[in-house]
T-cell receptor
Framework: NAGVMQNPRHLVRRRGQEARLRCSPV?????VYWYRQLPEEGLKFMVY????????ESGMPKERFSAEFPKEGPSILRIQQVVRGDSAAYFC????????????FGSGTRLTVV | DQQVKQNSPSLSVQEGRISILNCDYT??????FLWYKKYPAEGPTFLIS?????DKNEDGRFTVFLNKSAKHLSLHIVPSQPGDSAVYFC???????????FGSGTQLTVLP
């Protein structure tokens, strides 16, 4: 399967813990996007990365959230000191180019903060 | 500020009839529009798109119409099938941005 792989599918964290969400893009895709979907809402852009570079993080909360896409390995979305409001579905998408066309989404990670 | 709006949270249609899903936008810089379909516990899947230089794009049972003056687009599915039951998201992109702006989605239920 050459699709976008996200893991874990479900993640439960207690308030104050750290959450790490992983995304392996489609083979050959070097552009990765993270989106968050809160309950009853649409997907909201968080960050756009290329290998080893953050290109646009305009949708990322200023504190506690960080993202990386290293030269080797998956892209990681990291949430420190999670709060209940972080509970959401986090989707990763990849594309072969950075022009916003040809997105392929993963199945998402559902984060629940208890 | 919701730049892409889907005002109908849900829609029920009889199998074989036409489904019409609507989407409005406010940002006149949007130049490319997409529809995604999403099943529970899965990621969105691309369905069909349209550039702002066109007013219609058709792919099999799916047709997207764009009315730029009204800042309105719609997705027509005909004939509707039970397997079409899913949440449909409208999304838009402006020329300079790489990210998509999504609406809140419409749950389509096709009744057998």
């Amino acid at each position: 399967n050459a699709g976008v792989m996200q893991n874990p599918r479900h993640l439960v964290r207690r308030r104050g813990q750290e959450a790490r969400l992983r995304c392996s893009p489609v083979k050959g895709h070097s552009h990765v996007y993270w989106y968050r979907q809160l309950p009853e809402e649409g997907l909201k852009f968080m960050v756009y990365l290329q290998k080893e570079n953050i290109i646009d993080e305009s949708g990322m909360p200023k504190e506690r959230f960080s993202a990386e896409f290293p030269k080797e390995g998956p892209s990681i979305l990291r949430i420190q000191q999670v709060v209940r409001g972080d509970s959401a579905a986090y989707f990763c998408a990849s594309s072969p180019t950075g022009d916003g066309y040809g997105y392929t989404f993963g199945s998402g990670t559902r984060l629940t903060v208890v | 500020d919701q730049q892409v709006k889907q005002n109908s949270p849900s829609l029920s249609v009889q199998e074989g009839r036409i489904s019409i899903l609507n989407c409005d936008y406010t940002n006149s810089m949007f130049d490319y529009f997409l529809w995604y379909k999403k099943y529970p516990a899965e990621g969105p899947t691309f369905l069909i798109s349209i550039s702002s230089i066109k007013d219609k794009n058709e792919d099999g049972r799916f047709t997207v119409f764009l009315n730029k003056s009204a800042k309105h687009l719609s997705l027509h599915i005909v004939p509707s099938q039970p397997g079409d039951s899913a949440v449909y998201f409208c999304a838009a992109r402006s020329g300079s941005a790489r990210q998509l702006t999504f609406g809140s989605g419409t749950q389509l239920t096709v009744l057998p």
